[in-house]
């Protein structure tokens, strides 16, 4: 079951998906085998830290942005105390002297230069998001900082803008909040997301 919890951990991380518990529980653990959850984990965890140099971290939960959801939020709190997402992603227990682009280098899914540009620009952007005020920001603002700096010619290689926000978006790195005023103008606004937060 351990090499399995690996196999599918990795598998995963290559996707960018994060790992569910229900996956881990219905693709990994025999059936009946649900108190040995604990113990799997560590033991895949240790392997993922004594070969690959990664670990299973649990993502944070997705903040509750707008009134309505805080508000849900409360009455839901009321009902049950859950604080876990129960999603996990690999992250590096690398020293940082080892994570240069020679020793780790970007995957080579589609392209190395691609996936660099990437990672490159999501970072630009979590970094625009955290330093923001309320760690917000306007998609109307979010655009006027990616044509500054010709994302579309040099970063993107010619891929839509509203293409890699969208999977920015699906692979946790970024939430699209949409929220509507009280004179029925909907904004939209880019908060971190989970998979932003734990990397």
Do not use: W
Not at 55 to 66: D, G, S
Not at 116 to 121: E, I
Not at 153 to 172: A, D, F, H, W
Request: overall charge positive; hydrophobic content about 35%; some cysteine.
């Amino acid at each position: 079951m351990v090499k399995k919890l690996v196999r599918l951990a990795l598998a995963s991380e290559y996707s960018r998906q994060p790992i569910r518990r229900a996956d881990i529980t219905a693709k990994v653990m025999a059936p009946h085998t649900g108190r040995q959850f604990k113990n799997v984990f560590e033991q895949a965890n240790q392997q993922l830290r004594s070969t690959f140099g990664c670990e299973m971290t649990e993502l944070p939960q997705k903040e509750k942005i707008t009134v309505s959801q805080k508000r849900a939020a409360q009455r839901n709190r009321s009902q049950s105390s859950l604080s876990s997402s129960k999603s996990y992603i690999l992250t590096s227990t690398l020293a940082p002297s080892l994570r240069q682009p020679a020793i780790f280098p970007p995957p080579a899914v589609p392209t190395s230069a691609a996936e660099s540009a990437y990672v490159g620009l999501y970072t630009f952007i979590l970094s625009l998001i955290y330093l923001s005020p309320g760690h917000t920001i306007p998609e109307s603002r979010l655009e006027k900082h990616l044509k500054r700096m010709n994302a579309d010619n040099y970063v993107l290689s010619g891929e839509k803008t509203e293409k890699v926000l969208k999977r920015m978006e699906k692979e946790g790195y970024i939430v699209k909040v949409r929220e509507k005023d009280g004179g029925g103008e909907e904004s939209v606004d880019f908060v971190v997301g989970p998979r932003g937060k734990a990397e």
